[in-house]
């Protein structure tokens, strides 16, 4: 039972951090023509430039060359979108970045932002950690600026504390495979994108702080909408995506005012900021940063190494903020009131975010009584202890991200006047306990990088899933409609929460089995 405790206290701080047949056809097709398809966009390119193994491209800032890898997709890596945050611009919103001249390589990843090493799971390719982050990376079938390709910004998750584009898993090459630009994003975590001080809303000429992690994506995406054309992709068909805090992140995108007409879709992963997801008034993260930085002033938390304080901050939790600027109310008020961006929405999350075996059912229902108090027998009859490891891991997910994932989809549902696609991924990695899919797991799969993490065995099961999961994201990517005739038809979301799709080895359809937990949950919060 202390796991189910542990468990849960993990994730509050990560939030305050078609027919098997079928588709396996499919998606040898699909394979095919994506190989066929990047093979002539090489080769056109090697028939146009001399230089085609270095490629070169015109920005607003300068030229930049880039690499073309084996498959012959084009990676360009480490494009500064802004300056480097670093002395007065600490604690400071992202400022434009500075031409250059000449011809500027981008053929390794930018550092990434500071942090400690806090998830075993992220593996980097970027070249340590440095304040200096504000990078991002480009992967595309083709330079033309008349190819007009699709493109896909993602967000990476690592509750706000921790994450970085070059790791393996959001490696953009599989997506460019399928005619779609992809962008991964570098933002500030931690203290140095999440501090908030009455020093820094007084000198801020928006009257705000905090968020500069957020403000961060926002200033990439106005780089995305100013460059991507030189990258072969359509500034106006942009779909930007995350998972846990990255869907956090593009949860908060689509709410601010500042993101109009930025993208044209979102695709949110296990995260929202939303319902018990402990956004705080201006106010209470002004007081969190004063009591962090005690006697310190704010021109001597700026002249502070960046490891320093680093280091200093490490057991202090910082969070997003309402600060009357990126996010003028909550964005649950922003959505109920009908003022989010009104785009296409692709979410959901996995079957068992949060994940408790070493329970009983005696073990379990004691918990919940010390836990929840009056409450504990409405707790139980939502979560049954006669099934104990399933109802303490459901329990567990929906505290930590399923509800307020959950909360985002239903309101956007209600207010947004587009298409909602709701998933639920359910297929765990090899080796893995079969009660359900737990955190993070679908990554590899919704981009197409299984074969980039070694840890595991994967099979032929795993490709197909993969192959599933990324063709419906992709399909939405290019048209705001997951579909295909190739796959399972995947119906937009109806007020009465159905149809969901369980994407598994063979993806099926179902209802909303748990509507009166996300019910009580609302209530609650």
Known sequence: MKALFSLMSLASAAMATAALAISSIAAAISSMAAAIFVSSLAAAILVSSPAAAQPIVHVANGRLQGVVETSGIISFKGIPFAQPPVGPLRFREPQPPADWTGVRKADAFGPRAM?????????????????????????????????????????????????????????????????????????????????????????????????????????????????????????????????????????????????????????????????N???????????????????????????????????????????????????????????????????????????????????????????????????????????????????????????????????????????????????????PRPGQNPIGAGHSWEIEYALGNLHTNTVYAWTPEDDQVSSIMQTYFANFIKSGDPNSPDLLHWPALTPDGTPIMVIDVTPRLSTETHAARYAYWDMKY
């Open 115 to 275: 942090q400690l090493p806090i998830y075993s799971d992220m593996q980097f390719r970027s070249n340590g950690v440095s304040e200096d982050c504000l990078y991002l990376n480009v992967w595309t079938p083709s330079v033309s600026p008349k190819s007009g390709l699709p493109v896909l910004v993602y967000f990476y998750g690592g509750g706000f504390s921790a994450g970085d584009g070059s790791e393996y898993r959001y490696d953009g090459e599989s997506m460019a495979k399928r005619g779609i630009v992809a962008v991964t994003v570098n933002y500030r975590l931690g203290i140095f994108g999440l501090l908030a001080l009455p020093a820094l809303t007084k000198e801020s000429p928006h009257h705000a702080s905090g968020n500069y992690g957020l403000l961060d994506q926002h200033a990439a995406l106005e780089w995305v909408k100013k460059n991507i054309a030189s990258f072969g992709g359509d500034p106006a068909r942009v779909t930007i995506a995350g998972e846990s805090a990255g869907s956090m992140s593009v949860s908060a995108q689509m709410a601010s005012p500042l993101s109009k007409g930025l993208f044209e879709g979102v695709i949110g992963e296990s995260g929202a900021l939303f319902g």
């Open 277 to 427: 997801s402990h956004l705080v008034p201006l106010s209470v993260a002004e007081q969190t940063g004063q009591t962090f930085a005690g006697g310190n002033t704010l021109a001597d938390l700026r002249a502070m190494p960046a490891d320093d304080l680093l280091t200093m901050a490490k057991s202090t939790h910082f969070p997003v903020d309402i600060d009357g600027y990126f996010l003028p109310e909550s964005p649950t008020a922003i959505f109920a009131a009908g003022r989010q961006m009104k785009v296409p929405l692709l979410a959901g999350w996995n079957s068992a975010e949060s994940i408790v075996l070493d329970t009983s059912s005696s073990h379990f229902t004691e918990t919940v009584r010390q836990t929840y108090g009056a409450a504990a027998d409405t707790i139980l009859q939502l979560y049954p202890p006669s099934d104990p490891a399933r109802s303490a891991t459901a329990l567990a997910s929906d505290h930590f991200i399923a509800y307020s994932t959950w909360k985002w989809i239903h309101l956007a549902l209600k207010t947004g006047g587009k298409p909602v696609y709701q998933y639920q991924y359910a297929h």
